[in-house]
């Protein structure tokens, strides 16, 4: 008991001031790092446009440009736990797999800034939930080996996909007085 | 007496759950139960320990090793410095970007004008 005691309390000693640390300075450091490199690749993208390297009739880039920019709307609060909390329904997940087609379909700088952004979008859910990175980071890189695994992360991919770009936004409900 | 409607407390234990679901799937995602958790067993201990015993614990953590505050606290000051330069070198890196960006644009924009107007200068 005495010696469970003295181990808390020194875990706590040592690991309050990293954990203050870590969610007071660090990642809203991070998060504004990983906001300009998105900024970065929503500017690449349009000056492609703008530099006629992209026709202005692709289809994949006004989605990817939204994509973008619902990212930066959400990076601060998105998580590991929204894709598992959230329930979609077959129409937004229909419309996120034509979408992602679309995408992957498009021309290869589209795909690269487009893989670049889900890639933020990742960082950032993963430096807003440490909880899940420590506990699942063993599991995720066993998995990776098995394509059934593989299909599941890209099933996830699509729910992350939909619930950013496509899921319409909850209406709050009318105050009664 | 009210009855109370058997719909409205079944809704409100849906509510409840649905909160309580959420919670924790919160505090796995932030890491938080890990600390609840030490809080708990910290406190339990403390609780069924003697005073004597308690003291000692507690003697052993801020005097004898009392010194690993300092060490954490310096760590941490680094780090933070380490951090908050990071963030100055970056934010920088993001001024001159934007500026190149806009440079960018600019000859994008000014440069098809430019070359128009030199063709419609040729064919005339």
């Known amino acids: 008991m005495k010696t469970t005691l003295f181990l808390c309390l020194m875990f706590l000693l040592v690991g309050l001031p990293i954990y203050f640390l870590y969610w007071n300075l660090f990642r809203p450091v991070l998060l504004k790092r990983l906001k300009y490199r998105m900024y970065q690749v929503r500017d690449d993208l349009r000056l492609l446009l703008v530099g006629g390297e992209i026709s202005t009739k692709e289809k994949a880039y006004p989605l990817v440009e939204q994509f973008c920019n619902k990212a930066v709307a959400k990076m601060d609060f998105v998580d590991l736990a929204v894709v598992f909390e959230v329930k979609l329904d077959r129409q937004s997940v229909l419309e996120a797999e034509r979408d992602l087609e679309i995408i992957f379909d498009a021309s290869p700088e589209i795909r690269h800034h487009f893989i670049h952004a889900i890639l933020l979008v990742a960082g950032a859910a993963a430096a807003n939930s440490p909880g899940v990175l420590i506990l699942l980071i063993p599991f995720v890189f066993a998995a990776l080996w098995f394509n059934k695994a593989k299909a599941r992360f890209y099933g996830l991919m699509k729910k992350a996909f939909a619930i950013l770009l496509i899921k319409p936004e909850p209406v709050p409900e009318p105050v009664k007085c | ?124």
């Open chain 2, 1 to 124: 007496m009210i009855d109370p409607d058997p719909r409205a407390i079944v809704r409100a234990w849906n509510r409840l759950i649905l909160a309580g679901e959420k919670v924790a799937l919160k505090s796995l995602a932030t890491g938080n139960f890990a600390w609840f958790g030490i809080f708990a067993i910290a406190a339990v201990c403390a609780y069924r320990l003697s005073p004597s015993d308690l003291k000692e614990v507690m003697l052993k953590v801020l005097v004898t090793y009392g010194w690993t505050g300092y060490v954490v606290a310096a760590v941490t000051i680094f780090v933070s410095i380490k951090i908050l330069k990071w963030r100055e070198n970056f934010y920088h890196q993001e001024i001159a970007r934007i500026a190149e960006v806009r440079n960018a644009v600019v000859q994008n924009k000014l440069e098809l004008p430019l070359q128009s107007s030199v063709q419609t200068i040729v064919r005339k």
